[in-house]
C-alpha cells in the first residue's frame, strides 16, 4: 500500500490517540501547539487570502467510536474539499470536543467540531468551529448520534449518509495560526483555522452525547483527552474570510463558461 494511502487511513480511521508524525514544515521546533485561548477577533491583521470552503449537500461516510468518547465521522475523500493559498486538501473526518477545547476569554463553550483535512503532499488543515448551547440543534451532531450503534470502541463502523454538510462550516471570518494535533504525539505544523463567532448546539443535544459516552464506559467529558490551551509562542494569529462554494455551484459555472466559450 502506497505511504500516501497508509498516512490518510491513519487520520481517518484511528481510534486511537497515536498517530503516525507528519513533517512539521513550518514549524521545525514543535512549538506551535493546539488548541489556543482566543480573546476577539479586534486588533488581529487579515491573513490576505482566503479559505475556500467546497463542500457538497450530501456526502459519505462512516461513524464510529474514536476512542476518546467522540463519535467520528470519516468522509469519503473528496466528496468535500478546502483550498487554501493554493492548496486543496480534502475532508477526511470530524470529530467533537465537549466542552470545547478552544476557549474565548479563558471560557470553554459547550462543544466543538474539529474538521481535518488534508492535501496530496500530506499537510494537515483543521477548521475547528465552536459551540454554545442555544436553541438551534447542529444537525451534524444529530447525524452522528442517530447513527453510533452501541457507541463501544470496538463497535463496528456504520456506513451513513451526512444530508447537510454544505451549511457544516459557518461562513465569516476564521481565527488562522500554525497549530498542532491535540492528541499525542501533538505533531507541529497544522493549519488551523477557529470560527470567531460560536454556533448553536442544544443543551439536549451535550446531553445524549455524554450519555452515549457515559453509557460506553467513558468519561463524562466527552473527548477525555481534551488538551488544555497552549501559549502562543509568538506565532502570528491573523483572521481569515471564508467563502462558501458548493459543489453544484461550481459546476454551474463550469458549464457556463463552457457555453460562453462557444459563443
Ligand atoms: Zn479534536
Not at 466542552?99 to 503532499?121: R, Y
Not at 449518509?161 to 499525542?184: M, N, R
Not at 493549519?191 to 448546539?201: G, K, L, R
Amino acid at each position: 500500500m502506497p505511504s500516501h494511502t497508509l498516512f490518510l487511513n491513519s487520520v481517518i480511521n484511528s481510534r486511537s490517540s497515536v498517530r503516525r508524525p507528519i513533517a512539521t514544515g513550518a514549524d521545525p521546533e514543535n512549538v506551535y501547539q493546539s488548541p489556543l485561548n482566543f480573546d476577539g477577533p479586534s486588533g488581529l491583521a487579515s491573513s490576505g487570502k482566503t479559505l475556500s470552503i467546497n463542500y457538497p449537500t450530501k456526502a459519505t461516510g462512516e461513524v464510529f467510536n474514536n476512542g476518546h468518547g467522540s463519535p467520528q465521522i470519516a468522509f469519503t475523500p473528496g466528496d468535500a474539499t478546502v483550498t487554501y493559498d493554493g492548496k486543496t486538501y480534502a475532508l477526511l473526518q470530524v470529530h467533537f470536543h465537549s466542552p470545547s477545547e478552544e476557549t474565548i476569554n479563558g471560557e470553554a463553550p459547550a462543544l466543538d467540531a474539529h474538521f481535518v483535512h488534508a492535501s496530496d503532499d500530506q499537510s494537515l488543515l483543521v477548521i475547528g468551529v465552536m459551540f454554545d448551547a442555544g436553541s438551534t440543534p447542529l444537525p451534524l451532531l444529530t447525524t452522528a448520534l442517530d447513527n453510533e450503534d452501541g457507541f463501544t470502541a470496538d463497535a463496528p463502523k456504520k456506513n451513513i449518509t451526512i444530508p447537510d454538510l454544505s451549511s457544516a462550516i459557518p461562513k465569516g471570518d476564521f481565527y488562522t495560526f500554525q497549530g498542532s494535533l491535540t492528541t499525542p504525539p501533538c505533531t507541529g505544523g497544522l493549519q488551523w483555522f477557529v470560527a470567531t463567532e460560536p454556533q448553536s448546539v442544544t443543551a439536549d443535544q451535550i446531553k445524549a452525547l455524554k450519555a452515549v459516552g457515559t453509557a460506553a464506559g467513558l468519561s463524562a467529558d466527552v473527548g477525555n483527552a481534551r488538551r488544555p490551551v497552549q501559549p502562543l509562542n509568538g506565532r502570528d494569529l491573523t483572521i481569515t474570510q471564508a467563502s462558501s462554494a458548493s459543489r453544484v455551484a461550481a459546476g454551474v459555472t463550469a458549464i457556463v463558461a463552457a457555453a460562453a466559450m462557444l459563443i
